[in-house]
């Protein structure tokens, strides 16, 4: 449509058409492809992301934790090439013992647990999970407090959108993180292990690989329900320091005082939650419960409910918060 300017006489006011003023504004129609509500979660959960991966603190984290994954990965090529090359002679020790050098190779992977079981790879969740605590911590009110501080979140509430999809989008930017930390160099070990053992691995040990995705699901489902609640209430980063310091610090070493020092029913150790994900995902890596240390250990329904109980109250405290806020549309 051809755009005409009015020009207004002399003593005139200017009268803009609506084709005229929309020139102005320089609209441009939407011409893409309208999406449902639902897919917001994903945009939601990618601008949360962006503003955790800008910090170069995250990246500083991020490659210690993964340092204890590359003593995992290194440490299993170095064990395959020992077993190798050291020669089937045996070596005397102390002038009387002769010992061969692939059984102390053996014996050190049994040691280390860089046998491929999931031993291994609930060692490698158990490491990993400090580093995730401690990112989280620091992370918690960039990705969720500056929405409550800042009044943002008005800003996704007044879209069509629900509230769950602003739950979901916050949840699946720290179950991306978490799963970065854990679940992915579970993942890589499990398959270098039997490229390096034999195919047979992945036939009768494809257990390990469900057990590590269920794993990984237990600390997603729990660590985000947890992190967007507390960043939600506190807002800021040092108090999001301290409540953590508090959960995953303190309450381990209080649960390890009344139980193993002063003698307590073990019910009092599932106050450390860390402990009762490290419960829950032995089971799922189908690991007996009597190889965790300390001993005892709580029932794992019992450790199950605790965690299903904290994910519950999360979800219902996170509703209420956001019903509170006031929206204009």
Request: charged residues 10%; proline residues 5%.
């Amino acid at each position: 449509m051809q755009q005409t300017d009015v020009k207004p006489r002399a003593g005139q006011t200017s009268v803009l058409t609506p084709h005229s003023s929309l020139g102005l504004l320089h609209y441009r129609p939407w011409r893409g492809e309208f999406h449902p509500p639902a897919w917001s979660v994903w945009p939601i959960a990618r601008v949360g992301l962006a503003m955790i991966l800008r910090r170069k603190i995250f990246w500083v984290l991020y490659a210690l934790g993964l340092t204890i994954f590359l003593v995992f990965f290194f440490g299993q090529y170095m064990l395959a090439w020992a077993e190798t090359q050291l020669a089937e002679q045996n070596v005397s020790v102390a002038g009387f013992v002769s010992v061969r050098p692939q059984t102390w190779v053996r014996v050190f992977r049994e040691i280390m647990k860089l046998n491929g079981t999931g031993e291994m790879y609930r060692n490698l969740f158990w490491y990993q999970g400090y580093m995730i605590m401690v990112v989280l911590a620091l992370a918690g009110s960039i990705l969720v407090g500056n929405d409550f501080q800042f009044g943002s979140l008005p800003f996704y509430l007044a879209k069509p959108l629900a509230p769950w999809h602003y739950l979901f989008g916050k949840c699946l930017a720290v179950g991306v993180f978490v799963n970065l930390m854990t679940t992915l160099p579970a993942i890589i070990l499990y398959v270098q292990y039997g490229l390096l053992d034999s195919w047979d691995y992945f036939v009768h040990d494809a257990h390990l690989f469900f057990g590590i995705l269920a794993y990984g699901l237990v600390l997603t489902i729990t660590m985000s329900l947890l992190l967007v609640a507390t960043a939600s209430w506190l807002r800021r980063t040092v108090p999001m320091i301290m409540a953590w310091t508090t959960v995953f610090f303190f309450f381990p070493v209080l649960a390890g005082a009344l139980v193993d020092g002063l003698h307590y029913p073990v019910r009092w150790r599932l106050i450390d939650l860390w402990n009762d994900m490290y419960v829950v995902g032995n089971y799922c890596l189908r690991v007996d419960l009597g190889t965790i240390r300390p001993q005892p250990q709580p029932p794992l329904h019992e450790a199950t409910a605790v965690l299903g109980a904290v994910c519950l109250l999360c979800l219902i405290y996170l509703i209420r918060r956001i019903r509170a806020v006031e929206i204009v549309k």
